[in-house]
């Protein structure tokens, strides 16, 4: 028995030794052996496994499937009001990086700064300050239905 045979038969299939010696000169151009069917329960014909019946489930839908988290680095108001739009209509949290805004159009770095304020005094939208630096200034927006918890 060579080592193929040991390992066929380790998976479970039969090895004939009398079926592989009459084929191995058939078969000696491609090198492989030839083996039977591999074992199979010999109880499986008669007590077969019921099929489930799928006709019964219920599938479970939840309200929103996932929450899209969108990065947006603003540069006109038209981004803002996308962003405003992502956290009142979409119900998506937002990560905003408004460095460009502050840096380049301090009018409408203030601007978004009052249309976040009002989103919080009137949608409940909540908005928690995660990185200010020369670089950046990350601001997490949510609505009011993804809370925002900060833990020092």
């Given at each position: 028995?060579?080592?193929?045979?040991?390992?066929?038969?380790?998976?479970?299939f039969?090895?004939?030794?009398?079926?592989r010696?009459?084929n191995?000169?058939?078969n000696?151009?491609n090198?492989?052996?030839?083996f039977?069917k591999?074992?199979?329960?010999?109880?499986?014909?008669?007590?077969?496994r019921p099929?489930p019946?799928f006709?019964?489930?219920?599938?479970?839908?939840?309200?929103?499937?996932?929450y899209?988290?969108?990065?947006?680095r603003?540069?006109?108001?038209?981004?803002?009001?996308?962003?405003v739009d992502?956290?009142?209509?979409?119900?998506?949290p937002v990560?905003?990086?408004?460095?460009f805004?502050e840096?380049?159009?301090?009018?409408?770095?203030?601007?978004?700064?009052?249309?976040?304020?009002?989103?919080?005094?009137?949608?409940?939208?909540?908005?928690?300050?995660?990185?200010r630096?020369s670089?950046?200034?990350?601001?997490?927006?949510?609505p009011?239905?993804?809370?925002?918890?900060?833990?020092?």
């Amino acid at each position: 028995m060579n080592f193929m045979d040991t390992i066929k038969k380790s998976l479970g299939f039969e090895v004939d030794e009398d079926f592989r010696h009459q084929n191995r000169a058939a078969n000696s151009n491609n090198g492989f052996s030839n083996f039977t069917k591999p074992r199979q329960n010999p109880n499986f014909r008669n007590n077969p496994r019921p099929r489930p019946d799928f006709d019964d489930v219920e599938p479970i839908i939840p309200e929103q499937s996932f929450y899209e988290i969108v990065l947006i680095r603003p540069k006109t108001i038209d981004d803002i009001n996308y962003v405003v739009d992502q956290v009142l209509e979409e119900k998506n949290p937002v990560l905003l990086d408004l460095s460009f805004l502050e840096s380049e159009s301090p009018a409408n770095f203030k601007l978004a700064g009052e249309k976040i304020k009002q989103m919080r005094t009137r949608y409940g939208a909540q908005a928690l300050l995660l990185s200010r630096s020369s670089e950046k200034n990350l601001i997490i927006l949510s609505p009011k239905k993804v809370r925002l918890v900060k833990k020092n």
